[in-house]
């Protein structure tokens, strides 16, 4: 005989409610479990959303936050698509917390009402996660990144046939009037172009990634700025100068007038930052900023109330200049040379502090080599030049002290293992602009407006560190670049 069970209204909503939880997309359940937007928005971005208006809010503040997070997360190009992905899935729809689906003004109208709390928004969570970075690799979570790129704007001029006429002109002309081979059409056409959008001055004219384009430029340094007139005014020190007939050139002199500026703005924004190691670029080979970099009194105070400065700077060396040293001779990479063959170099043997705190670097002959007295056992420094500069036994040895010349010796020596593998580091930075623009969908809006562009911009920075909130929080650290594969 068959057995019966009488099924109570609990039992069947417990049924229910499984098969919908069991339905659900993983990710979702991921992001819904360990990330708690009511922690992370700050209390005055929620004030100003929910102010008096005459009106009640049709859609919650976390609706509009997990959709565009979302939005990025999974590469939704443009926003009229992801409205569409909201309509027709049930799961991303309720996940949002939408119980409708809101038209493409609210969401452009919530990006450029609610710009300045979006920068809060990003700003809290850089905090947060500086907990995070520290504890997975200190010593990575100690160096300081710059680079700086630009988000092309909707306009006549991005059109790739704009460049490609002009510069076919400048090609005919130079044919006909049979110009020599140093004649650059390219710099030419740089030149002779406007230098921001007819549509809109604000978007000025750039070099990014080897081609010309008309885009808003911003810098990423642990911290977003987005170059535009409000930045300026904030830093009225900084001199804006007409544009010279090579591209390379003035995103060199542009890049390392905003350096400090933006170094500024992080560490007034993150007093709790203290980096000490800074990765930038040849723009940024200047003998001034090396001072600014590595004296200290550039910057605000960190949390000690001690002033912030850098103790190593891995710049590279530009190369329309050369080292110079007093004291000996150098080659490109600072490092000295033997008085009677300067394509020798001496080793480097490190670097040490006397009792007055100065540091001093310390190299050796080349042709030394160590060797053990059979009598004592121990090992000595033995020369093996057959014309010896210095009649030491031990062979020559100089000492360099970094503070007479910052560009040479930035607190570390070039060209050694040490100075390769930091570096090295520098192109993380790249991939996360290209991050930005690709898989958040940050390059190709189709806008002219700043704000809008901003607020995307930012919100390319939320979301990529709310990966990293989750990333720790399932701790699967190998996950803090890019959610995809959880997504699969």
């Not at 809010?57 to 609706?63: I, M, Q, S, V």
């Not at 729809?93 to 038209?103: I, Q, T, Y």
């Not at 002199?253 to 170094?263: E, F, G, K």
Request: hydrophobic fraction near 35%; aromatic fraction near 12%; include cysteine.
């Amino acid at each position: 005989m068959i057995p019966y069970n009488q099924l109570s209204l609990a039992d069947i909503f417990s049924d229910c409610q499984e098969i919908f939880e069991s339905d659900r997309p993983q990710f979702l359940s991921l992001l819904q479990q360990h990330i708690d937007l009511d922690e992370i928005v700050p209390a005055s971005f929620r004030k100003h959303f929910y102010a008096s208006t005459g009106r009640s809010r049709k859609y919650p503040l976390n609706a509009f936050l997990w959709a565009l997070i979302i939005q990025r997360i999974f590469s939704v190009p443009t926003d009229s698509l992801l409205l569409v992905f909201l309509q027709y899935s049930r799961h991303l729809r309720e996940f949002c917390g939408f119980n409708k689906v809101p038209d493409a003004s609210k969401i452009t109208r919530f990006k450029q009402d609610f710009l300045e709390d979006l920068q809060l928004l990003f700003y809290h969570l850089v905090d947060l996660t500086e907990p995070v970075c520290q504890a997975i690799d200190s010593a990575r979570a100690d160096i300081t990144i710059f680079d700086s790129s630009g988000i092309e704007a909707w306009v006549t001029e991005n059109n790739p046939k704009y460049a490609n006429r002009i510069i076919k002109q400048l090609k005919a002309y130079a044919k006909t009037m049979h110009f020599d081979q140093n004649y650059d059409p390219y710099k030419a056409a740089y030149g002779s172009m406007p230098s921001h959008a007819a549509a809109n001055p604000d978007i000025k004219q750039l070099y990014i990634d080897g081609h010309f384009c008309y885009a808003y430029k911003f810098g990423i340094v642990r911290h977003i700025d987005l170059y535009n007139k409000d930045f300026f005014d904030m830093h009225p020190e900084i001199v804006l100068e007409k544009k010279s007939g090579s591209p390379d050139e003035d995103k060199s002199v542009h890049d390392a007038r905003l350096l400090i500026p933006t170094l500024q703005d992080l560490f007034a924004a993150h007093p709790l930052i203290s980096p000490d190691i800074f990765l930038g670029d040849a723009a940024f080979d200047s003998a001034r900023l090396y001072k600014e970099l590595l004296l200290g009194d550039t910057f605000s105070m960190d949390a000690d109330g001690n002033g912030i400065h850098f103790q190593k700077a891995y710049i590279p060396l530009n190369s329309r200049s050369e080292l110079e040293n007093s004291d000996c001779s150098v080659n490109e990479n600072g490092i000295p040379c033997c008085p009677d063959d300067p394509s020798l170099p001496m080793k480097y043997e490190g670097t040490s502090k006397r009792k007055n705190g100065i540091v001093r670097y310390k190299f050796s002959c080349p042709k030394v080599r160590w060797e053990k007295n059979p009598s004592t056992g121990k090992y000595h420094r033995v020369c093996h030049c057959d014309t010896p500069c210095t009649s030491s036994p031990c062979g020559r040895m100089v000492y360099l002290y970094p503070e007479k010349d910052f560009r040479t010796y930035p607190g570390t020596v070039r060209g050694t293992e040490e100075w390769n593998d930091t570096y090295r580091i520098r192109t993380t930075v790249e991939r996360s602009i290209s991050h930005f623009k690709d898989s958040f969908g940050i390059a190709g809006r189709k806008t002219q407006n700043e704000k809008t562009l901003h607020a995307d911009l930012i919100l390319a920075g939320i979301t990529q560190l709310i990966g990293v909130i989750l990333a720790d929080k399932i701790e699967q650290h190998q996950y803090i670049r890019s959610l995809k594969p959880l997504i699969a």
